[in-house]
């Protein structure tokens, strides 16, 4: 089958390790099935396994991708969630938690094997190329803002960086859910499309925004880290989930200890999650914002994109 891998890590020039070609198809594990992947997206995550982020030089080559959207072997349109061993299911319950392309292959092929029951039922009316954005970005943000932040309608939320995967997926489920959404973006046409999708307030990155928020959604790190911390208003949470610009901001934890301000991390969310995201979905009508589409044999062209920072929204891939 054909397939997306990393084939070797480089951690300056992502794209160097990234080979298309034929693969394996996966072998049939007990309690696993196979779904024929229609849509998968691309994620910062592919990213960071081409640079040697959370992989072994022995475990290459490695199919990427973590999310997907396909076909179940019993013929029903599912959506997969590509969380691994969080709950034992169909790897024993010492299994540490992994996401596809971390220990198992991943999604970026014609054919990729999960537990049984990371199947979640897609509904008609959701096509497979919007389907493919839900599993990792949209469940991360949904879990951000409705989980960990716990925000309630009328509340004011932050989401910096507002032209990434992480970021769209929150202005569009926090603008459905009546928050009022502030983004930051350094640049002047993801401010604008920010607003489109329904932010109430768009400013550059760093600048200062019109009310202290009750939250912010952090997926960018160093370059935003002291502005979100300065932004929350006292007793707020910023909730963060990556750290795309680096690792290493100023914590600023006088603010953090003297504004009592809670810090929560995320990452991706339960099956049950994503069936929730689902029906949020389902009943709001609100849809994934796609940037483009690539087949998978030119896959090449998203990374290069979604690399280049270029995005506003998801990049899918077409097996
Ligand atoms: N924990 C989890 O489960 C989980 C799940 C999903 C993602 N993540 C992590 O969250 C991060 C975002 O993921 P994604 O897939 O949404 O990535 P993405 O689509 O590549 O978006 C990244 C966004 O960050 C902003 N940004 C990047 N560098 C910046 C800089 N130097 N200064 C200011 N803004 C900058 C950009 O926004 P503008 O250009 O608009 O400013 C960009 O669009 C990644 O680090 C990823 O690994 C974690």
């Known amino acids: 089958m ?33 779904v024929r992947v229609r849509a998968a997206s691309l994620n ?4 960071w396994s081409l640079r040697g982020v959370g992989l072994r030089a022995e475990q290459l080559p490695m199919i990427l991708g973590t999310d997907a959207a396909g076909v179940a072997a019993d013929g029903a349109p599912v959506l997969v969630h590509g969380v691994i061993g969080a ?23 014609e054919l990729v094997a ?22 990792t970005a949209w469940l991360t943000a949904y879990r951000m803002l409705f ?29 459905a859910a009546g928050l009022e959404v502030t983004v930051t973006s350094r640049s002047a046409e993801r401010r604008e499309r920010a607003l489109a999708l329904g932010a109430a ?14 939250a912010v959604i952090e997926s960018v790190g160093q370059a935003t880290w002291a502005h979100s911390v300065r932004s929350v ?16 901001p100023p914590a600023e934890l006088s603010r953090v200890f003297f504004n009592e301000i809670r810090v929560q991390g995320v990452t991706m969310g339960s099956r049950d999650d994503l069936a929730a995201l689902v029906r949020f979905v389902a009943r709001t009508g609100v849809r994934p914002v796609i940037d483009s589409a690539v087949p998978l044999a030119r896959v090449r062209d998203g990374v290069a994109r979604l690399a280049a920072g270029e995005q506003t929204g998801k990049i899918v891939v077409l097996p």
């Open 44 to 47: 910062h995550h592919d990213l």
């Open 114 to 135: 999960v537990p049984i029951h990371n199947l979640v039922p897609l509904p008609d009316d959701l096509p497979f190329e919007e389907a493919a954005c839900l599993p």
């Open 147 to 175: 989980g960990a932040a716990g925000l309630a309608p009328g509340d004011r939320v932050l989401v910096q960086g507002a032209g990434g995967g992480v970021a769209t997926a929150a202005i569009v489920l926090g603008a």
């Open 87 to 109: 709950d034992g299911h169909g790897v024993g319950p010492d299994e540490r938690r992994t996401l596809l392309s971390e220990k198992y292959p991943g999604t970026l092929a």
């Open 233 to 248: 208003r006292p007793g707020g949470t910023v909730v963060v989930c990556g750290a795309t610009s680096g690792d290493a």
């Open 201 to 214: 307030h768009a400013v550059e990155t760093g600048a200062r925004v019109p009310d202290r928020v009750d």
């Open 2 to 34: 054909l397939a997306a891998t990393v084939a070797r890590f480089s951690p300056d020039s992502p794209l160097d390790g990234l080979e298309v070609g034929e693969r394996p198809e996966p072998e049939p594990r007990e309690n696993w099935t196979t």
